[in-house]
């Protein structure tokens, strides 16, 4: 089946580290990829995304690669900022005749601690 | 400006009522969604619409109702069948199937109380 597979949190950093949450997927078809942003008691934000092969997404620092060959989408940034603590979510939809399925990764916490 | 609203924003229930929580969007999106989030937990899908008159189960319908009657409005009932409703219930919209460009907006989520 269709899934998304985050690495587990929490994830907790110092200001200014370098940031990578990990995501891999499985999907029939071609997939856009995603990533949202989630801020306590608040619904997702996207934060970037990519509709194919090789596309990099990227947004407030932050940057992810489609990686067909490896199915992956990690998020990366380099220098992580304490207003970037919260949880991200990984997620991919198919298109074209596939039902338009929304499907999400488990969700990554992050803390940034100054 | 074009958004999704829920409402309301906190919602409590007493055991064995239902209730419905309200989703609205004027993104002139075809696909709607709902999912359910509890504590430190990713999120589920409930149900999903692709078109206006037509929806299906997602991966824990059971306990839950939803119709979609009109394209910019996907209400979702939780039953009384529910055994676990207290959660946060965010609801979503994208341009749906075929789009290109499909990603999904959120709305600021509904959380449900069972006292």
Redesign the interface.
């Known amino acids: 089946g269709n899934s998304v597979t985050q690495m587990e949190g929490p994830v907790t950093l110092s200001e200014e580290a370098f940031l990578t949450i990990n995501c891999t997927y499985t999907a029939t078809g071609y997939p ?1 990829l ?1 990533w ?1 942003v989630q801020y306590p ?6 934060l970037l ?1 990519a ?1 194919k092969a090789d596309d990099k997404g990227s947004n407030k620092g932050f940057e992810a690669t489609y990686r067909k060959e490896t199915t992956s989408f990690h998020l990366e940034k380099g220098s992580v900022q304490v207003s970037d603590s919260a949880v991200y ?1 990984c ?1 991919l ?1 198919l ?13 990554t ?1 992050l803390s940034v601690k100054p | 400006d074009g958004g999704i609203t829920q409402s309301p924003k906190y919602l409590f229930r007493k055991e064995g009522q239902n209730v419905t929580l309200s989703c609205e969007q004027n993104l002139n999106h075809d696909a709607m969604y709902w999912y359910r989030q509890d504590p430190g937990q990713g999120l589920r899908l409930i149900y999903y619409s692709q078109i206006v008159n037509d929806f299906q189960k997602g991966d824990i319908a059971e306990g839950y109702s939803v119709s979609r009657e009109k394209k910019e409005s996907f209400p979702l009932t939780v039953t009384s069948a529910q055994k676990n409703p207290t959660a946060f219930y965010l609801c979503a919209s994208s341009k749906g199937q075929g789009a290109w460009n499909t990603e999904a907006f959120f709305g600021q989520g509904t959380r449900l109380t069972v006292v």
Do not use: D, M, R
């Open positions: 856009s995603f949202y008691g608040e619904g997702l934000q996207l995304k509709t979510f997620a939809i298109i074209y005749n596939q039902g338009g399925k929304l499907i999400f990764g488990q969700g916490e």
